[in-house]
């Protein structure tokens, strides 16, 4: 198996721009995830899909977040008019469904967002 | 609501020492599932292992050990003889029920080995 993939790794954009990353799950998971993390800090939640349906999004997705999963495959996390505050890495992961509803979510690499 | 607590900040050891993780979970489930992840400088969260609620056999998996208590919440981890690369932040990590999608991590215990 491939891991789960992110691109690109790092981005530096300046405040008011928009970026978007991409996120390529292990092949075969139904569920894919969205995660942010701060230095010092442990993972937060943002949002998760279950095929091409979003099934949740945190408090955390402002408005000017969205993301996308159109065919159940690779996932993308648009950020509209950037602040300095998102700067953080963007945590991909993906599993599938296990028979009692939970399983092993496996993460990609981050993807670093520097905003100036 | 669910909670993690990771109650040590940092570790020091010296290479070749065991090392022990605290990790103490709320949760009003009785379906759940526990993680540890390590996250090495390069940012990676790499999966450990996980334990679900409905098996509380511990295991050894080469240097590593689990030790799942249900009775008091508690899901530790141990690293036996202690090497250099096991310099990281270590998370634990609940999944439960109320979101298949949320799991909600410690903040993460920083471990430095030293030779």
């Known amino acids: 198996d491939t891991g789960v993939s992110q691109n690109p790794r790092h981005k530096i954009t300046k405040r008011g721009q928009n970026v978007t990353f991409r996120c390529d799950p292990i092949s075969e998971h139904n569920r894919l995830y969205w995660y942010r993390q701060t230095l010092g800090q442990g993972p937060e939640f943002l949002t998760y899909f279950q095929n091409e349906a979003q099934l949740e999004k945190s408090r955390l997705l402002s408005d000017r977040f969205s993301a996308e999963r159109p065919k159940g495959s690779f996932s993308t996390l648009e950020i509209q008019r950037t602040e300095q505050g998102d700067s953080a890495m963007y945590l991909c992961?993906?599993?599938?469904?296990?028979?009692?509803?939970?399983?092993?979510?496996?993460f990609g690499e981050g993807s670093w967002l520097t905003v100036v | 609501a669910q909670k993690v607590t990771q109650a040590q900040t940092e570790i020091s050891v010296v290479e070749k020492e065991d090392v022990t993780l605290d990790c103490v979970y709320e949760?009003?489930?009785?379906?759940?599932?526990l993680f540890w992840y390590k996250q090495p400088p390069s940012g990676e969260l790499v999966f450990l292992i996980r334990?679900?609620?409905?098996?509380?056999q511990n295991e050894i998996s080469g240097r590593y050990s689990w030790n799942f208590q249900k009775s008091t919440s508690s899901f530790n981890f141990t690293i036996t003889a202690s090497q250099v690369v096991d310099s990281a932040v270590y998370f634990c990590?609940?999944?439960?029920?109320?979101?298949?999608?949320?799991?909600?991590f410690g903040a993460g215990t920083q471990v430095v080995v030293t030779p």
């Open positions: 990590a609940l999944l439960t029920t109320d979101s298949w999608g949320k799991l909600q």
């Open positions: 334990r679900n609620s409905f098996d509380e």
């Open positions: 949760t009003r489930d009785t379906t759940y599932y």
């Open positions: 992961a993906s599993s599938t469904q296990g028979s009692r509803g939970g399983n092993t979510i496996y």
